[in-house]
């Protein structure tokens, strides 16, 4: 079983999940809270972005979506991901780092600035809606330094 530890909104998580249902492995997602992260805590690993897996059956953990799928596709050779030849294996395995760094960013930064124009409020719904009861992602929240404070 490998557990996914995902945010909602991220597009490297969607990759790695697209991977895990591509490759029908048995796998369960867990929503992290941006905020406070407590769910991964407890993971004695280097780098705690997300995605982050953990493969129950190997004791594995690990961030970062290409090392992921690299993982997966060698632990689990069914359903292959990459190809079989080393050198477009190799080409692929750059294409990927490549893109996570560029187009990756790219996305989510265009995906930030659309969701901001859009629909404000949901943001503190995605990154805090436990945080102090959930005080911030209630409705309201935003008008009010608006109704007291009026910039002159
Ligand atoms: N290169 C990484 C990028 C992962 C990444 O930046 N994830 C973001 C969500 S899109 C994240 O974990 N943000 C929360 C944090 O850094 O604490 C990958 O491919 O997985």
């Given at each position: 079983m490998i557990e996914l530890y995902k945010l909602q909104w991220s597009h490297y998580v969607e990759k790695v999940r697209w991977a895990l249902d591509f490759k029908k492995l048995d796998w369960r997602g867990i929503d992290v809270v941006a905020f406070t992260k407590k769910e991964i805590r407890h993971f004695d690993c280097d780098r705690k972005t997300f995605p982050l897996i953990r493969d129950t059956?190997?004791?594995?953990?690990?961030?970062?979506?290409?090392?992921?799928?690299?993982?997966?596709?060698?632990?689990?050779?069914?359903?292959?991901?990459?190809?079989?030849?080393?050198?477009?294996?190799?080409?692929?395995?750059?294409?990927?780092?490549?893109?996570?760094?560029?187009?990756?960013?790219?996305?989510?930064?265009?995906?930030?600035t659309q969701i901001i124009m859009e629909c404000p409020t949901i943001l503190a719904q995605l990154f805090m809606p436990d945080v102090c009861g959930g005080l911030f992602a209630r409705r309201g929240w935003r008008a009010w330094p608006r109704r007291y404070w009026a910039p002159c």
């Open positions: 059956r190997t004791g594995v953990t690990m961030s970062d979506s290409s090392p992921i799928i690299r993982y997966l596709d060698e632990t689990y050779p069914r359903h292959a991901l990459l190809p079989a030849d080393p050198v477009e294996r190799e080409a692929a395995w750059q294409w990927m780092l490549r893109l996570d760094s560029t187009l990756g960013l790219h996305a989510r930064r265009l995906g930030y």
